[in-house]
């Protein structure tokens, strides 16, 4: 008898559900123990004028196929600071890239302290989260605490929150993580970054408009602490990387809580390609915050969760833990990955090579 026979007899429909979960487990901690399927290309990513390459924040695919968006923080003149490094800079820290590594551009000069998430709607507006915490917010600074809409040129189109203000109301962040934009222009935040914040999704409507929030601190279905990450599969549901309790949380796009995947690791990034596959960053996973996990990018299937592959980060420090690898990932139509690494400073490709 499987696994599922003695959990069925005993629990009926809960265990053949605990039953799939663990199976999922076990595929995923034998996808992680397997070779990596993909060639890290080096030195893909060339920044202009000799600029060097700072922390990289969020990256995703440009809705042509063609490019890759990516929040480069600055640059590494100054390596030990982290959560403010574009606090004294104008460089742009919102950069497109072609499929050859090359900047085509690029805005944001001056604009944020600590750029973090970043989406493409379908019109090709850039949306970006400021996650600054208020502590590294300087004295009468008007800067973070929000989410700005560009045009695709980088023009202001919308600002949603108070900036330099955190709060907790409809139209206030404390600390956004990420933002996604829906098919149907609705546009979902993962609000915020740190473990005692706000922890919550805010949903808008296109034109900004606040239609709903969900979600608080805690470990419950619903709760989070820290949400990393957010995303929208091929079939509409929203991922919420729940990262400070070794999570991935899926809902409908009115918050009904739908189903938690242990599975990925400790989730920093999530993303989807064409083809039915889950693409998750785990860039904290190590013997403090998740012990029995390495860190990495895993690969599964994004309707049932089972992860097939996965790709090690095999020059993690167990005793840095923070932003060791990949925190997000995009992936483009050819399958190649892109991973945005904060602590090492590098916006890495990978391509497949079986």
Known sequence: ???????MARYGARGT??????????????????PSPYRLVDGWAQLPGGRQMGAVGKVTMDPD????????????????????????????????????????E???GGMFIWPHGIDVDADGNVWVTDAVSSARIPQGDRRGHRVVKFSPTGTVLLSLGTPGVAGSGNYEFNSPSDVIVAQDGSV??????????????????????????WGR???APG???????????????????????NRIQIFDQQGTHLATWTQYGRPSGIAFDGNGRIFVADSESDDVQNPGWEMGIRIGDAEKGWVTEFIPYMWGDPRQTAGN?????????????????????RLQKYVRVR
Request: charged residues 20%.
């Open 106 to 108: 690029s805005f944001g």
């Open 223 to 245: 709760e989070f602490r820290s949400l990393h990450a957010i995303d929208i599969d091929p079939r509409g549901r929203v991922f919420v990387g729940d990262r400070s309790n």
């Open 217 to 219: 601190t805690g470990y």
């Open 325 to 345: 690898g990949a925190e997000f990932v995009a992936v483009d139509r050819q399958g190649n990955l892109y991973g945005g690494e904060p602590a090492p400073r």
């Open 188 to 213: 979902f935040i993962a609000d915020g970054h740190g473990n005692d914040g706000n922890n919550r999704v805010v949903k808008y409507n296109r034109m900004g408009q606040f239609v709903m929030s």
């Open 17 to 34: 559900a605990l039953a799939l979960a663990l199976l999922s487990v076990a595929a995923g901690l034998a996808a992680q123990s397997g």
């Open 1 to 7: 008898m499987n696994a599922r026979g003695p959990l």
């Open 65 to 104: 196929g063609a490019h890759i968006w990516a929040v480069i923080r600055c640059d590494a003149s100054a390596p030990n600071r982290f959560g403010d490094e574009c606090v004294d800079s104008d460089l742009d820290p919102i950069l497109k890239f072609d499929l050859q590594g090359n900047v085509v």
